[in-house]
Structures are given as structure tokens and as C-alpha cells.
């Protein structure tokens, strides 16, 4: 019985459901926590909560490059345990400060959560991009991508729930008590996440995994995805990613008022639900190939976006940095802007899993996915790290708002040639590594002999 349960719960479908619970509980409610905007407190601590998100993305940045080494020498399951309790340090640090205002520990708690942060994305996308088989990784992204926003929505939930009648410009201390308890939570989530060798495919092949070596030669591994061309191509889009985190939050902590900026905050995340299922569906539709399909969810993507951002800009040409006028959800100006945030969280779903979707396509690796995720993750968070800094500066919100479209729109032609020149499979190079992956487990290999049959 104990055996049946273990092969069930060994599935490529069970295992990123249980990653995404992780994500949920760590990740996901730390978004919940900077869509507040500030990190859920007042408005004149924007400075403290964006030098704090500097020096978190900075370390990212640096960590998350060197990341596929660490994720392949320790594995992905304590990789990820490590790498999760960054997000409840990060958190606890705003409860400290709401009580004491321990400025320190919160830029501490910065520079902690982004080294923890850059191993823990390195594994998760090396879990995320390897384990499914080839016709169900756009599915697969986008289960993890709504199991992962629920931990948004969740974590917004509660900060409405907790201050649906608080109409001061933070929020309440019993908030930041509910994500660290959520967060750690997710630290638990983590320890049932299955090592590689052990997750069996439908079509009875192991993932693709490479025994751990020396770090030496790990390192040199992660050093030679900088010669990787598609990477190289794919580095804009990864830099602009999350560039536009620091605007939209801005722009929520500056026009709302506290119970709205938890409204927007639930919907936001909601709308990633539904951008990434969406785009999900349309990446593993079978009736055209792999390229084709790719192409034309870009140019969807491409079209979306671009709309959105226009969008944005025109209603940013109608208030600037030093907007005080607040306004609720039972304010009359409410409507358009609320939409428009809804399609801010739309857009960055449908761009983030497309990306993931696409690196995806370029190998079955989880090894050298791993370090495809760490080189993704390290760049997102460089360009995050440089918006942060910049939103610091309090430069006009206009210009802000400018930088992050142009920012995304350059990056499409270099998004397009590298899905052009995907082929329309890799099995072919995952099937030796598939069969070492079960002699490491014990399990005789069977696939070549019924694929004959």
C-alpha cells in the first residue's frame, strides 16, 4: 500500500502540484506582501522597502548565476528547504518593524531572502521545466503558475480581510503574523518533494538527471551557459520581467488606500491564474507543431502586452509622484484603474510562462535546466534590482512607467528568433540519461524494449 502510494505521489503531475503548494506558501504570499506596495506599511517607507528590495535583487542577481551549481551539488529537494526560509525571515522582519521600527533587520532580511531566493528558483525551474514530458510542459507551467498565485490571492485575502475597515496607510500587525505562519508552513511543504530519480513518467521514462559532480565542475557548467546563444538572446526578457514590479506597486501604493491596495492585490494574482492557463493551452495545442504554436502564443503575447502598456501610460500621463488624493473602491474613480491592474497581473503571467515554456523547449535536462532557471532568475532579479533602485530616486512615475514598456517591447524580436530555431523534440537526447537515472534507483530500464515492441 505504502509502495502504491509512494509511485502515485511520484508523478511528474503530484510533484509540481507539491512544488507549487511550496511556492504558494513562501513566494506567493511574498508577492501578496510587496503587491501592498511598501511592503504593506505606510507610504513614507516606500524608501526603507525599496533600498531593502534593492539589496534583496542584488543579491539575487549574483547568487541566482552561480545557482544551478549549488541546486545540482545539494539537489533540488533541500535546495528548496534551504532556499524557503529566506521568505518567512523576510516577512518576520516587517512584523519586527511594525513593532519596534528595527529599520536594519529589514534590509537584513533583504540581503538573506535574495541569497535564499536565487538557489530556490534555480531548483524550482529545474523541477518545473524537466519533469513533465514534452506534450504537457505548457500545461505544466501553467498548473504550477495558478497553484503558485493562490498564494497571492491568499495572502491578499488576508490583509483585506484583516483591514477591510482600516483606513490608515499600512496594515495591521496581526497581517505580517498570518504570512510568517503561511510561510513556514511551505518550509514543511518542501520536505515531500521527491528527489528526481525516483519520478516515473507516464510513459514509463525517468527524468533526465546527471549524477552530482565536483563544484569545480559544476561552476564551469553554469559559466558555459554564458555561451549559450538562446540565453544570450533570452536575457533581455528576463532582465524586463520583473522590471515592472516596482512601478505597478508603486502606482498601487500611491493612488489606493489601504483596503483597496488588498483588493487590487487579490485580483492582480488572479488574473495571473488566468493568463498563465491561457497561454498554457494555446503552447500545448497539438494541431501544429512546437515552433508554430510557439509563435503564434508569442504573437498573442506580443499584442497583449503592448496593449496594456499603452494602457498604462495614458493613465499615468494623469497624476505624477506627488499624487495625495487616495481613492477607495467605493470612489467613483476606482473603475479604470482597477482594470488596468487586473491586465498589469494578466500580462506578466502570460510573459513569465511563456519564457519558462520556452526554455523548457530547449532541453529535458533537469541538470542543465537548472542552471537555465538560475541564469533566468539572476537576470530578472538584476533588472528588478536596478527598477528598485531607481524607484528609490523617486524620478517621475512617467518616466518609470515608460522604461518598463520599452523595456518589454525591445525584448520580443530576440524572444522570436530564439522560438524559431526550437526543434520539435529533445527525447532523443534524454533517452541515455533517462536510463541512468533508473539504474540509480534500481529499476530496470524498459522503455527502448516496449517502444520496440
Not at 322 to 332: L, Q
Not at 393 to 416: D, G, H, Y
Request: proline fraction near 2%.
Amino acid at each position: 500500500m505504502s509502495l502504491l502510494f509512494l509511485q502515485k505521489l511520484n508523478t511528474p503531475l503530484i510533484q509540481v502540484i507539491l512544488l507549487g503548494l511550496v511556492c504558494l506558501c513562501c513566494p506567493g504570499m511574498f508577492n501578496a506582501l510587496s503587491g501592498l506596495g511598501a511592503g504593506g506599511s505606510m507610504g513614507s517607507n516606500v524608501a526603507l522597502v525599496d533600498t531593502t528590495n534593492a539589496a534583496l535583487y542584488g543579491c539575487f542577481a549574483i547568487v541566482g548565476f552561480f545557482a544551478g551549481t549549488f541546486t545540482n551539488t545539494v539537489g533540488v529537494k533541500y535546495t528548496l528547504t534551504i532556499g524557503s526560509v529566506g521568505y518567512a525571515i523576510y516577512a518576520a522582519s516587517f512584523w519586527v518593524y511594525d513593532r519596534k521600527q528595527v529599520s536594519g533587520f529589514v534590509i537584513a532580511s533583504g540581503i538573506i531572502l535574495g541569497c535564499c531566493a536565487g538557489i530556490f528558483w534555480s531548483a524550482q525551474g529545474a523541477i518545473m521545466m524537466s519533469y513533465p514530458e514534452e506534450k504537457d510542459k505548457g500545461k505544466y507551467v501553467a498548473i504550477f503558475w495558478a497553484i503558485f498565485n493562490v498564494g497571492g490571492i491568499l495572502g491578499s485575502i488576508i490583509a483585506l480581510a484583516l483591514n477591510l475597515e482600516n483606513s490608515s496607510g499600512s496594515v495591521s500587525t496581526g497581517t505580517y503574523t498570518a504570512f510568517v505562519v503561511v510561510m513556514i508552513l511551505g518550509v514543511f511543504f518542501s520536505f515531500i518533494i521527491a528527489h528526481p530519480a525516483n519520478v516515473v513518467r507516464k510513459n514509463g521514462t525517468h527524468v533526465a538527471i546527471d549524477k552530482a559532480t565536483h563544484w569545480k565542475t559544476e561552476l564551469k557548467g553554469v559559466l558555459l551557459v554564458w555561451k549559450e546563444w538562446r540565453m544570450l538572446f533570452i536575457f533581455p526578457a528576463s532582465l524586463a520581467s520583473n522590471w515592472f514590479y516596482s512601478y505597478q506597486f508603486r502606482v498601487n501604493v500611491v493612488y489606493f488606500d489601504a483596503s483597496t491596495r488588498a483588493l487590487n492585490d487579490t485580483m492582480y494574482w488572479t488574473m495571473q491564474i488566468v493568463g498563465s492557463l491561457m497561454i498554457g493551452l494555446i503552447l500545448d495545442y497539438q494541431g501544429f507543431n512546437r515552433r508554430k504554436r510557439g509563435l503564434i502564443a508569442l504573437g498573442i503575447t506580443f499584442i497583449i502586452i503592448n496593449a496594456v502598456w499603452a494602457g498604462g501610460m495614458a493613465f499615468q500621463l494623469t497624476f505624477g509622484n506627488d499624487f495625495t488624493s487616495v481613492i477607495g473602491w467605493r470612489d467613483p474613480g476606482f473603475a479604470k484603474p482597477f482594470v488596468l491592474y487586473l491586465f498589469y497581473g494578466f500580462s506578466d503571467a502570460i510573459y513569465q510562462s511563456y519564457l519558462y515554456w520556452l526554455m523548457g523547449a530547449m532541453s529535458n535536462d533537469s541538470t542543465l535546466l537548472a542552471r537555465y532557471a538560475g541564469f533566468y532568475k539572476a537576470a530578472q532579479s538584476a533588472g528588478a534590482a536596478i527598477s528598485f533602485g531607481i524607484d528609490a530616486a523617486n524620478i517621475p512615475l512617467r518616466w518609470e512607467c515608460l522604461i518598463c514598456w520599452l523595456l518589454v517591447f525591445i525584448s520580443f524580436p530576440f524572444v522570436a528568433v530564439v522560438t524559431y530555431n526550437i526543434s520539435d523534440t529533445n527525447e532523443e537526447e534524454s533517452v541515455e540519461k533517462s536510463e541512468k537515472a533508473s539504474s540509480l534507483n534500481g529499476i530496470e530500464k524498459t522503455y527502448i524494449e516496449n517502444s520496440q515492441t
